[in-house]
Nanobody, 122 residues
Framework: QEQLVESGGGLVQDGGSLRLSCAAS?????MAWFRQAPGKEREFVAG????????RYADSVKGRFTISRDNGKNTLFLQMNSLKPDDTAVYYC??????????????????WGQGTQVTVSS
């Protein structure tokens, strides 16, 4: 069973930066970051293709967040700049067990991390 472990969350002030990491125990195809704020549904943040490293972003984070991966180390990253209080949420790493088109729907991802809390204070 594939395991994903996130790290890098924490408390930061409005306008600050954080870098999240996700270590996979084995090879995972397309990978993504999702987040869930209290009382809200889990939402797609960013995704990256295994084949060509093409990326997708939610409109709310475009220009502020950057997703990347190191396939050799089975590690996924999310660089978050210009953070806002609305970015406060638990951030989850997700991965697919089959190779396919990069998507933004949670059900297509087979593996999930335990989540890491990101809190942005105003």
């Amino acid at each position: 069973q594939e395991q994903l472990v996130e790290s890098g969350g924490g408390l930061v002030q409005d306008g600050g930066s954080l870098r999240l990491s996700c270590a996979a125990s084995g090879r995972t195809f397309n990978m993504a970051w999702f987040r869930q704020a209290p009382g809200k549904e889990r939402e797609f943040v960013a995704g990256i293709s295994w084949i060509d490293r093409s990326t997708r972003y939610a409109d709310s984070v475009k220009g502020r967040f950057t997703i990347s991966r190191d396939n050799g180390k089975n590690t996924l990253f999310l660089q978050m700049n210009s953070l806002k209080p609305d970015d406060t949420a638990v951030y989850y790493c997700a991965g697919e067990s089959f190779l396919g088109p990069l998507g933004s729907n949670a059900p297509q991802y087979d593996y999930w991390g335990q989540g890491t809390q990101v809190t942005v204070s105003s």
